[in-house]
């Protein structure tokens, strides 16, 4: 299977952590970061904590996808 990616910074491959999302290059899933958003912690500090392997960019691209996700699910009920 192919990798297909999400958003510039977001991928899904079939074979890397059972297809979820995950950021380019790395296994660090999406949901745990954005976990760590909801929980409050600062962008400065998800990103000390996964030792720079993800940017502000990155995790803007998925806050902006969770939110169209959130968004595109409640507008269809």
Request: charged share 25%; with cysteine; proline share 3%.
């Amino acid at each position: 299977m192919k990798l297909k990616f999400t958003g510039h910074y977001i991928v899904t491959e079939p074979t890397i952590c059972h297809g979820k999302p995950t950021f380019r290059g790395t296994r660090i899933l999406v949901d745990d970061v954005l976990e760590q958003v909801a929980d409050g912690l600062t962008w400065e500090t998800i990103i000390a904590e996964w030792r720079g392997s993800i940017s502000h960019e990155a995790i803007a691209e998925a806050v902006k996808l969770s939110q169209e996700a959130f968004l595109g699910k409640w507008s269809n009920t």
